[in-house]
């Protein structure tokens, strides 16, 4: 009895050291960047246009493109991603083919995003024309965060009981109303879960939008969807790798970098209360 007590100490101690290196590893990210970042914060540094080649003025251009491009990542994935988790689980016949398209879905999630780059250069920049622009940009992100926000609906849908679905097909409900009067409200709070993890992605991704969306150096913000915009992490990429003066541009590259957490942590605390609100309102 004694050695299982002293095992399970010992795991519990291991899972422990763990959580602390995990912590320990993200504050010092944190810290790293806001000591450097927040020297170079200000009013002016949020709303002016870049100036002097980048080596002056502020990023407003870099947050409003990255705001544009990752609100159409998550207006285009969302609800694709929804209906093809709906279809999948409730539709679809179980069997080798539905194997063969999750097991395709879970490998896309592992593709580098500089290939879905490329993708989109192919389809939507030249395929398609939309050119270098906010439409093409937010098409590539919202394919790179499909399979996320699939897998994370469908594993959503199937936590729902099926004793939910029987009962509302015996009162004589449709096949579709049963799913959007009864599964999908108590499905809501995990398909919100995989939405916020796509957000996270589509806010922070370089690769594809370098050749679909993003531009080194503008001093206007966009007019339409088929501009072509500056966004948070190109504008870091472009900062320290591009940069002919980086005693002045590393500075602001940190900032931009603190000003990216900030954006993708407040959007993503607007999706965690929405989810929790809806949390609230579950049936079971």
Known sequence: ?????????????????????????????????????VKVLSWEFLTQMPKEGMTSGGIL????????LTIGAILFALPLGVFAAIYLTEYARQGRLVKLIRIGINNLAGVPSVVFGLFGLAVFVKFFGFGVSILSGALTLGIVILPTIIRASEEALLVVPQSFREASLALGA?????IRKIVLPNAISGILTGSILGIGRAAGETAPILFTAATFYIIRLPRSFFDEVQALPYHIYALMTEGTHPESQMPIAYGTALVLLFLVLSIDSVGIIIRNQFRKKKKW
């Open 1 to 37: 009895m004694k050695s299982k007590q002293i095992k399970q100490a010992i795991y519990f101690s291991l899972l422990r050291f763990s959580i602390v290196i995990i912590l320990s590893g993200l504050l010092l990210i944190l810290f790293f960047i806001g000591v450097r970042g």
């Open 61 to 68: 251009p870099a947050i409003i493109g990255t705001f544009y």
């Open 174 to 178: 449709t096949k579709w109303q049963t």
